[in-house]
Each structure stands twice: as C-alpha cells, then as structure tokens.
C-alpha cells in the first residue's frame, strides 16, 4: 500500500471531498489527523474509519488565525511528523459582488486563502528539517477563471492557486511536493453553506452541483495525482471547456460565463 503508515493531516475533513479522501487514505492505511470545525461530524468519521486505521480527531476553526500555531503543535504531537498536508476546508458563496458586504469578502478569504497559508507557513519549516513532505491544496476551476456570483470565492481561490505555484517554484527542500486541484462542480453539500450577500448561508443545491462529478470519483483522482505528485490537477467536465474557451476565445468565453451564472440561478433546488 502506497501510504500504509504515512501521516496524512486532512483539513477540513468533516464532508465533502476531505471526507472521501479521507475514506481512501484509510483504505491505504494512512495514519491519519481530521480537523473541522464540527466535531460532531469528524468523531462519526473517525469512528468509521477506525475499523481500518489509526485517526485521530483535531479540531479547529482556520478563521482562527491566532490560534493556529497550536494546532499545527498540537498536529505534530499526535504522530511525531506530517508526511502530508490536505487543504481542503471551504466556503462557497452565491452573491453579485455589488450586493456583497465587505464582512462576507472577510470570511471567504479566511477559510479559503489564508487559513490554508498561515497553517502552511508554519509547517515549511517542518517540511525543511526533514527534507520532505507533500502539500494538497484543493482550490478550484473558480481559481483560474470568473464566474458570475463568486467574486469572493474565486478571489480566494486565485490567491490560493497563486500562493501555491509561487511555492512550487522558490522551494529548494529536496524531497517536498506540493499539488493543487482544481477541481470544477463535484457532488456535494458546499452550495448549503455557501454565503450570500449579507453573510446568510444560501441553504439550497443547484443542479449543476447535484449533477457534479461523484465525490468519490474526485477524491480517487487527487489521490493518483498525488501518488504520481503532479503540479497541477484538473478534474472537471463543462467547466474544462469554459476554461479554455477563456483561453483561445475570450469573447466567447464571457458572453457563455454569464449565460451560465443566470441560467444556474433559474435552476435552484430548495
């Protein structure tokens, strides 16, 4: 087994594609680290995959900034090491940026952005000491283009793809990988919390979103690139051709992104 033993700390692994790849870790027998806000969630996950592995529950708020030298200690402390980071914890939002509060703009960098970064930069010297390590930043198709009604949310997650691939290119430790996915509509509960303008939840599915890619599916893909420790994952259908429409034909690229906003908005699931 490919990761039988290794240290893989999954952060937000309470739903959605950090549960399943959490799942898939233990199925590798992964030694594992789950850290959420819901505690209740995590100890239900972790129950369930203690019948295949070691896993242990942290959890924390990442809007926390303050406080997440002590859970990065606290990581260190359950096995002695991490062998890999997963950055998985998210917040979707569903709001026209002119409608949008500045406090809304606020949460969606913190969970997205610089949650992720500040847990990061104080693991790199972690990493450096052992001359080895992998990080998982699971950002989105919403990283490398717009999309109507997710200013904040694809704000935070070019910031997230940005930060990253400048790390990709400066580190100099030896045996130390970093991959970002991107990953476009997967099948699951992120549209229920996702934010509206006044910081609301939305508490709806969108259709593209039931119609997504299986969770499963996404998480068995991140884990091969992982595996093969590629740069950059993409998993994603109708999204992929957008994105390169947006490269070889912006124009055309626009007028459908638009479409695409207005027409997901008229088919909203309650």
């Known amino acids: 087994m490919q990761y039988k033993n290794k240290v893989v700390w999954i952060i937000g692994a309470s739903s959605g594609i950090g549960a399943a790849l959490a799942k898939q870790f233990a199925q590798q027998q992964a030694l594992l680290i789950l850290t959420a806000r819901n505690s209740d969630k995590l100890d239900i996950l972790a129950k369930e995959l203690k019948a295949l592995t070691s896993c242990i529950v942290l959890p924390a708020d990442i809007t926390r900034r303050d406080t997440l030298h002590i859970i990065v200690e606290d990581s260190l402390r359950v096995y002695g090491h991490i062998d890999i980071l997963v950055h998985s914890a998210g917040i979707g939002q569903r709001s026209l940026a002119i409608d949008t509060g500045i406090s809304v703009y606020n949460q969606l960098m913190d969970v997205n952005f610089f949650?992720?970064?500040?847990?990061?930069?104080?693991?790199?010297?972690?990493?450096?000491?052992?001359?080895?390590?992998?990080?998982?930043?699971?950002?989105?198709?919403?990283?490398?283009?717009?999309?109507p009604g997710r200013s904040g949310y694809v704000a935070a997650k070019h910031a997230l793809k940005g930060y990253f691939?400048?790390?990709?290119?400066?580190?100099?430790?030896?045996?130390?990988?970093?991959?970002?996915?991107?990953?476009?509509?997967?099948?699951?509960?992120?549209?229920?919390?996702?934010?509206?303008?006044?910081?609301?939840?939305?508490?709806?599915?969108?259709h593209a979103q039931l119609n997504g890619i299986p969770v499963d599916v996404c998480a068995q893909k991140i884990l091969s690139g992982i595996t093969r420790k590629?740069?950059?994952?993409?998993?994603?259908?109708?999204?992929?051709?957008?994105?390169?429409?947006r490269l070889l034909l912006p124009a055309?690229?626009?007028?459908?992104?638009?479409?695409?906003?207005?027409?997901?908005?008229d088919q909203e699931v309650l």
């Open 230 to 245: 590629k740069k950059h994952i993409i998993i994603a259908r109708k999204e992929r051709w957008l994105y390169w429409l």
């Open 165 to 206: 691939e400048t790390l990709q290119v400066e580190h100099t430790i030896p045996h130390f990988y970093i991959t970002i996915v991107s990953p476009g509509r997967v099948n699951t509960p992120l549209p229920l919390s996702a934010l509206t303008a006044d910081g609301r939840p939305y508490n709806k599915m969108d």
């Open 115 to 147: 949650g992720p970064l500040t847990i990061t930069q104080y693991l790199l010297p972690h990493f450096q000491q052992r001359g080895a390590g992998h990080i998982v930043a699971v950002g989105s198709m919403s990283g490398l283009m717009g999309f």
């Open 252 to 265: 055309t690229y626009y007028r459908m992104a638009r479409k695409a906003g207005i027409q997901e908005r």
